[in-house]
């Protein structure tokens, strides 16, 4: 009994009363929300309805999209690097050729138009008009000297109608080919002396080819002396160029001038 004034009705009762103002002013503040969240239900509930076509419309371009990706990607492996490049045509540079190369040109020329008209029974009137003949008078005799490679040539140039003796023998004769007849002919056929000389050739050393080049050089050499003018031209053409390229010389323990036998390792 000595509890009972200790009753907690006194502190209960202004708890009492705040608790009912504390649970009135809830639901006027929650009022509010509720509100906007009914009225955002039917905008939620609308919304599925228009987004689907614009998902799947982004769905099918990002498949679209990824699809390319990857085929380009398997294109770009299967393509080789390089393959859309165009190619840039180098030209390659052109060597000047040597007097010599240049000789033998023009004498693997001659000889096929010379071949061409033997053929076509037809001569260049031109070429005949160029080549006016000239004569040597007296009983003079020009004597020269030609070299290549190893062969030797000692030319006489007289006065004659164009008879044309090597070694005693008809240059048709020593020279079988065509190629090496024209080449020995060069000098005589450029200063258009071919059929206003005789000549006479005493050649030795070297191949067939060596000789033609050695006779051809030595003619030039002789045409010189019977006209100082024409050295321009011959030497133009080059055929006053001793060309010195020769075989060079076996060497001691080597097979050939510069071929080393094989090494052995045992």
């Given at each position: 009994?000595a509890d009972e ?36 239900l039917p905008a ?145 056929a450029t200063t ?75």
């Open positions: 009994m004034p200790q009753s907690p009705e006194t502190p209960d009762e202004p708890q009492e009363e705040t608790r009912p103002e504390t649970v009135a002013e809830a639901p006027v503040e929650e009022s509010p929300v509720e509100e906007p969240a009914a009225e955002a939620a509930e609308q919304a599925p309805a228009t987004e689907p076509p614009a998902a799947e419309a982004a769905a099918s371009e990002e498949k679209k999209a990824s699809e390319g990706k990857k085929s380009s990607e398997e294109k770009k492996k299967d393509v080789i690097p390089g393959a859309d490049l165009e190619p840039i045509a180098v030209e390659p540079e052109e060597r000047p050729l040597s007097a010599e190369e240049r000789a033998r040109r023009e004498a693997e020329e001659e000889e096929r138009r010379a071949r061409e008209a033997a053929l076509t029974g037809e001569a260049d009137e031109e070429e005949q008009a160029a080549r006016a003949p000239a004569k040597i008078e007296g009983d003079a005799r020009y004597l020269a000297t030609g070299k290549r490679k190893r062969a030797i040539a000692r030319v006489t140039l007289l006065p004659g109608d164009g008879a044309f003796v090597v070694n005693g023998r008809p240059i048709e004769e020593f020279f079988p080919r065509p190629l090496h007849q024209t080449t020995a002919r060069q000098p005589l258009g002396y071919e059929s206003t000389v005789d000549v006479r050739v005493r050649v030795h050393g070297g191949g067939i080819s060596g000789q033609a080049g050695a006779v051809r050089h030595g003619i030039a050499r002789a045409l010189i002396e019977v006209d100082p003018e024409l050295r321009g031209e011959l030497k133009r053409r080059g055929f006053l160029t001793r060309d010195a390229r020769a075989k060079e010389r076996r060497k001691a323990g080597l097979k050939k001038a510069r071929k080393r036998p094989q090494f052995s390792k045992r």
